[in-house]
């Protein structure tokens, strides 16, 4: 579960751009841009930051560009980009995940705070599909392992056990396997064109799965040792479970937080129009 939401900032390495202003408090216009008007916006030339290879609209092997592009980004993401107010992804720090899932043998309502993961920086784009006319964007990604820690509260059944607990937990997640479906809109801010995430769908599976949790009235009692036991027995069906409702949320986050980095870089810079 807290695989989706950790595993999808990586993904930020789409590209660090896209917008969370309203188009009623700015003056912002979704448009269909052509070489025409492209001419009539008049767009001032833009200095591309070292984090950045740009890509042409007009690249046969516009796949290929994309892919190098977010190796290269790489090394940066891990470091942090203050300009774009994206923090550094390793360690990844999230302050809250909330995930409800009121469907199948596994109805909970979980919520996470103070997540710390480790091992987000060692991600590996294996594919990319890209349809720029269309703004179409699909990615491919698999990390060996991440492990997390912070705190949680759950209230739910799983598997026919309730479950009321609260408490630290530690997860191991391994064998990462991410597909990102990103469809995007191009918009027009003061004159400037960028791009904002429409839609984004996540998918994945894990290899390896394993918890550990901390629970504060039964985490050193017999109670405590069998929802550990538990978790493990079942991690996998646990998590095949949830993985539509975790996904969702995962999705709906990361499209906020990749749209407040998009508004500050204007598609000039990363995607040229010869």
Not at 7 to 20: P, R
Not at 30 to 57: G, H, K, M, Q
């Amino acid at each position: 579960m807290i695989f989706t939401r950790v595993a999808f900032i990586l993904f930020l390495g789409l590209y660090s751009n896209i917008l969370l202003v309203s188009c009623k408090d700015q003056n912002v216009t979704e448009v269909n841009v052509t070489e025409a008007n492209v001419t009539e916006l008049n767009e001032p030339d833009f200095a591309t930051p070292e984090y950045i290879l740009p890509c042409s609209r007009k690249d046969p092997k516009i796949d290929s560009c994309f892919l190098g592009t977010l190796n290269h980004i790489q090394p940066y993401l891990v470091k942090g980009i203050p300009e774009l107010e994206l923090p550094s992804i390793e360690p990844l720090v999230i302050p809250e995940l909330k995930i409800e899932n009121g469907q199948g043998p596994v109805r909970i309502r979980a919520f996470f705070t103070n997540i710390t993961a480790i091992g987000p920086g060692n991600y590996s784009i294996n594919k990319v599909r890209v349809n720029i006319s269309s703004y179409r964007i699909d990615l491919h990604l698999s990390l060996p392992k991440i492990e997390v820690n912070g705190d949680y509260d759950i209230n739910g059944n799983v598997l026919l056990f309730p479950i009321q607990s609260h408490g630290n937990f530690w997860a191991l997640f391994g064998d990462v396997e991410a597909i990102a479906r990103i469809q995007g809109v191009e918009e027009v801010r003061d004159g400037i064109r960028y791009m904002r995430i429409a839609r984004l769908l996540i998918d994945f599976s894990l290899g390896r799965v394993r918890f550990r949790i901390m629970d504060h009235l039964n985490g050193n009692n017999v109670i405590g040792q069998a929802m550990n036991q538990f978790l493990n027995q079942n991690a996998k069906e646990i998590i095949e479970e949830m993985r539509p409702a975790a996904s969702a949320s995962i999705a709906k986050h990361f499209k906020e937080f990749l749209n407040t980095a998009f508004s500050k870089l204007p598609m000039k810079i990363w995607m040229h129009d010869t």
